[in-house]
């Protein structure tokens, strides 16, 4: 009977676990990076895309403040909201949660509300009236001259 004997490790196998080794831990440095880069960057969004957040609207807004072509408040637990730039992009198509908000710097903006009634509209930083519970509304929303 023979003997059993392992294979000596050579260099070259060795090296390839070591070079694996480094390319992982690089990997997992560039992800830890991007991650903390991300959770900690708080830059404004660009003219156009949606903005959201749960705060409601204040009432009275600071002059230097750009004010958005429409925002749009939901008030209540679901707000089915679509707006789009006419003829092109669709800006949200989708359900907002109650407290919720969207809004828009577009020069012109159609809006859609499956249920006007359960939300709250500003155009150009004036409240449109309200619609009745279950009304679908349609309209289009275009920046107010100066703004």
């Known amino acids: 009977m023979g003997r059993h004997r392992s294979d000596p490790l050579g260099i ?20 830890a990076k991007a991650l903390i880069s991300s959770l900690g960057s708080e830059e404004p969004a ?56 969207a809004s828009y710097f577009n020069p012109e903006v159609d809006v859609v509300l499956d249920d006007a009634g359960t939300v709250q509209v500003f155009a150009n930083g004036t409240a449109r009236p309200a619609g009745q519970q279950g009304e679908r509304q349609a309209f289009k929303v275009t920046r107010a001259p100066g703004q």
Not at 18 to 30: N, S
Not at 61 to 87: I, N, Y
């Open 46 to 101: 660009p003219p156009g895309t949606p903005t959201v957040s749960s705060a409601p609207p204040t009432s009275q807004q600071p002059s230097a403040e750009k004010v958005p072509t429409v925002q749009v408040v939901c008030q209540a637990d679901l707000c089915p909201v679509f707006v789009r730039v006419p003829g092109g992009d669709v800006l949200i198509d989708r359900d907002l949660a109650r407290g919720e908000q």
């Open 12 to 31: 070259a196998r060795l090296a390839l676990i070591v070079l694996a080794v480094i390319v992982l831990l690089a990997l997992i440095g560039v992800g």
